[in-house]
């Protein structure tokens, strides 16, 4: 079995294992027994961040984290915007993985699943996207912003819950950040429509 496969298994446990009734009805219904898309490994700045993280404190956190350590040389790291969009400086410390969904290493219609990374000091300004959305914080003291609120922080393990077209944003400040995400009841390739701008 892969490193790959291993991460697919380690995130099913991780969101079957968590009782949020919010999560428990994103993911019911969902199959998971998916077929494999071959993807060749792709690197990109943000991945190095990895290795200098600490594991989390919590147990469950900490086997989803070492497994994604443990398949970050094989994943197809990617990128949603360009330079015209946030800049250069934000291309060189944010990138995501979709472990299974339409572009994924595992190939659903139905959901999308994968990890977001952000380096340190990053502003992820407000977006929103058709596709409802979960975001569960791996890492400690991001900080984020839901329908144009105060930036709050939120800390490993938290439900962060984002229905269709709301908006919203992230910030780091010394630690980054590397959340798992899971996408569904929308285009699941949308690239996201960035606030402010001609829709």
């Not at 969101?15 to 990109?44: K, T």
């Not at 993280?53 to 443990?70: M, N, T, W």
């Not at 398949?71 to 990128?79: T, V």
Request: proline share 5%.
């Amino acid at each position: 079995m892969s490193a790959v496969d291993d991460l697919l298994q380690a995130f099913q446990r991780y969101v079957a294992s968590r009782s949020d009734p919010i999560l428990r009805r994103f993911i019911a219904g969902f199959d998971w027994r998916m077929g494999g898309r071959l993807l060749a490994a792709r690197s990109l700045p943000v991945v190095s961040y990895l290795n200098d993280l600490h594991r989390p404190a919590d147990v469950a956190e900490s086997e989803l984290f070492s497994s994604l350590v443990g398949a970050a040389d094989a994943l197809h790291w990617a990128q949603t915007y360009n330079i015209a969009d946030f800049g250069a400086d934000f291309l060189q410390r944010y990138c995501w993985v979709e472990l299974f969904g339409t572009r994924g290493h595992f190939v659903s219609d139905e959901m999308a699943g994968g990890f977001l990374l952000l380096g340190p000091d990053v502003h992820y300004p407000d977006h929103h996207h058709i596709a409802e959305e979960i975001y569960i914080p791996l890492t400690e003291g991001s900080l984020w912003s839901k329908d144009s609120q105060a930036f709050l922080p939120r800390w490993t393990g938290e439900i962060i819950h984002h229905p269709s077209d709301i908006r919203h944003a992230m910030r780091t400040e010394g630690i980054p950040l590397v959340a798992l995400y899971l996408w569904r009841g929308g285009p699941l390739a949308q690239k996201s429509t960035i606030a402010g701008r001609a829709e």
